[in-house]
């Protein structure tokens, strides 16, 4: 099995109620690879300028991450994005994006990442994920995550990338942006209706609720003490999803393994917002997850009460 993300591969400076960082490593398909590398081999296409080095390379080789499709494009920059967060870490401010390399890319697939059994179109401009998913017809599950900003500037391509996966991930507020619905559920089902067969609504801190036409799950955030920075946790969600359902070969969608991909990307999820950018999960170990994975069972569990007519 095996894996390719396309998504931004970019700078990031992030300003928090608990610090900030300059230019740190980050982009949707950096924090969706380092969390899909601990289930499955990732190969990351995506551009990047000359001001991208060996050393933020490290970050996804050292992660067994396969970085051959990453283009260097000469004289470029790599893009950048500059936000913060209030008190309510759940929304993210942008205050700049330059799209830079990415204005210009025409995205070039070695045959390894075409040939990937599950492909995920990370945040970019949905003409760049149609592109991608065009090659890549061979794929037994592809999966699409987008912002604000397309649906408002590039809605007709969105809709139409959106057609041609077969699991949508977007944050709630998205998800009703998108639809125009102000209920979770009936957007979810409208999205539906637009052609993918699983939708997940990201929830942030509250975590995540999946929908198809047979079931509906939701699974909490993990209710930690110390939060440092939200950025990356929908594509670290995704990343643990995702790359959890292609290590246990979870093509067909089985029910089981939905569920537990709900929980293992909410578990990647909270570790990657307990430090800036990509460093909490440049740290992170298996047996880490193991645990924080039984900690939340346990959290959700519960035996079934009954209650009588009186
Ligand atoms: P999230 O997982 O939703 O917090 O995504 C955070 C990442 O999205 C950051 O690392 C940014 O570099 C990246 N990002 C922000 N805006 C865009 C955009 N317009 N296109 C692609 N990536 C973006």
Known sequence: MALTVVGSIAFDSVRTPFGQRERMLGGSAVHFSLAASFFTDVHVVGPVGHDFGESELAVLTDR???TGDIEPIEGGETFFWRGHYEHDLNVAHTD?????VF???????????????????GNIQPDLQRQVRSVCRDARLAALDSMNLWIEQTRDSLVAA?????LLLLNDAELRMLTDESNLARAAKATMELGPKVVVAKRGEYGAALFTNEMRFAIPGY???????????GDSFAGGFLGYLDGARGYDLDQGDLRRAMAVG???ASFNVEDFGTERIQRLGADEINDRLQELKRLTSFEEPSVTER
């Open 162 to 166: 959106i057609a041609e996966v077969d």
């Open 266 to 268: 909410s578990v990647l």
């Open 64 to 66: 067994g991450i396969h």
């Open 103 to 121: 204005a210009e890319f025409e995205p070039k697939l070695s045959e390894a990442s075409r040939e990937s059994e599950l492909l995920f179109l």
């Open 223 to 233: 209710l930690l003490e110390e939060v440092r920075d939200p950025t990356g946790a």
């Open 96 to 100: 700049e994006t330059q799209l830079n």
